[in-house]
């Protein structure tokens, strides 16, 4: 039986999560369902010579790879040696992950995904289950087939697939439309299609992604990408984005690995992607203002 460690890539959080779990009864709420489940948090991964986790399935969720800390590229590799067998699985936001996490641990090691669970931390230990729904992971083949197995044993819809950066492309191209418009307005999902200006801007950002994603061969997994985005947004309505919620509690964003992905990658073929910009201007601009808000 595979066991899986998740890592919990909020920073800050993670030691005072694993303080609080480690043995104990992690608290899991769900609409109209609470349940308990134990959880078995391995933090060998922040504590150089604290532990091998061989045999083990890492799994990295939510946060992107960024400077500085455990979760940068250099972190990784300082903690490569903790992990020396084991199969690594990003189900992070945006694209580029995946290949830096290759390039750390090998690319036969590497497993890439997109998920549809939803969930929001309360507290060390106390998560809400917000919503349930597919996990996609590929490349398909035996290594992934095991993590399915592990994943499906704990209760989770999980498929394995081919081409799992069609994957990655069709949920960037998503957050492409909200995160970004979300953070700088402070409005949720639902609020943004109705907003003159940022159904605009929405419309302009997705166009220039998808030139991008034509360009790179990338087969989308529906047909209209904008439609799409429209269509997230009302099934999520209530949802303060992801981008959102760092930016009200101060804390980095993944735009560079959202929006700031279809500029490097714009630049690359030569695609003008000015939206795009703007909007990964724009809220780094709002970080670095952190200190100086009035």
Known sequence: MLDLVVRNAFDRDRREHAQHTQGQPRRAEQLRVVFVYRANVATAVDQPGGGDLRGHALVLETRSVRPGGNGSRDGLLRH????????????????????????????????????????????????????????????????????????????????????????????????????????????????????????????????????????????????????????????????????LQDILNKRTTEISFINGAIVREGEAFGIATPVNLTLTTLVHAIQASYGDRV
């Open 80 to 243: 490569r040696a903790h992990v020396p067998e084991s199969q690594v699985l990003t189900l992070q936001n945006g694209v580029g992950n995946l290949e830096i996490l290759q390039d750390v641990f090998g690319k036969e090691r590497v497993l890439g995904g997109v998920t549809a669970e939803g969930a929001t931390v309360l507290g060390p230990g106390r998560i809400r289950h917000a919503g349930e729904g597919d996990t996609l992971i590929g490349p398909a083949g035996r290594d992934a087939e095991e993590v399915v197995s592990s994943f499906r044993r704990a209760g989770f819809k999980i498929e394995a697939v081919d081409r799992v950066q069609d994957l990655l492309w069709g949920k960037l191209i998503v957050n492409v439309g909200i995160n970004a418009l979300a953070a700088i307005t402070r409005v949720k999902n639902g609020r943004l299609p109705h907003i003159e200006g940022t159904r605009i801007l929405m419309a302009r950002a997705v166009e220039e992604a998808v030139a991008v994603a034509k360009a790179k061969d990338i087969r989308l997994p529906y047909p209209n990408p904008l439609a799409k985005v429209l269509e997230v947004c009302q099934a999520t309505a209530g949802n303060v984005a992801s981008m």
